[in-house]
């Protein structure tokens, strides 16, 4: 036979009480499909992308110059580190939603010093370019047009 454990409130207070509570500042960027949740921690530690480092996530140069921009501009590299959970669309597209949830978790930390160089930047911003819905009568595409006939 298997034991079953009851699930008193003792038990889940005991649970609640043993988890480990780290103090973070959290904020959502978003562009075309990709949603980052973006936790900012005080202290030195790695920066991670959906479990990975920052850097294997996004390689190459023009992504790591873009996810140093919001430390860079407010001078925090030393201060925060953070984690991102992105979903949806490109690499390109998440790059920009971590991005953006990165300036707003700094911004979240210190408004009066951190919002005038980030928003001078652009990086509180929100892209609203999405893509074109289909439209109905087009033939399945959103700017294609049925084939007239020739004669």
Do not use: C, W
């Not at 936790?39 to 996004?58: C, D, H, I, Q």
């Not at 920009?96 to 009066?112: F, N, W």
């Not at 819905?133 to 047009?145: A, D, E, L, Q, Y």
Request: charged residues 30%.
């Amino acid at each position: 036979m298997r034991e079953t454990k009851i699930h008193t409130k003792r038990n889940l207070r005991n649970k609640m009480a043993r988890a480990k509570k780290i103090d973070y500042i959290y904020a959502v960027g978003r562009r075309k499909e990709s949603s980052a949740r973006v936790r900012l921690y005080r202290g030195k530690g790695e920066n991670t992308v959906n479990g990975m480092s920052a850097e294997n996530y996004f390689p190459g140069v023009i992504s790591k110059k873009a996810l140093a921009k919001p430390m860079g501009a407010t001078e925090t590299s030393d201060k925060y580190y953070y984690s991102a959970k992105v979903v949806g669309g490109g690499k390109q597209s998440q790059l920009t939603a971590v991005v953006m949830g990165l300036a707003r978790t700094l911004v979240k930390a210190s408004a009066e010093k951190n919002r005038v160089p980030l928003k001078k930047l652009g990086l509180l911003t929100r892209d609203s370019r999405i893509r074109q819905r289909r439209m109905v009568g087009m033939g399945g595409k959103s700017r294609r047009k049925k084939q007239s006939p020739k004669r």
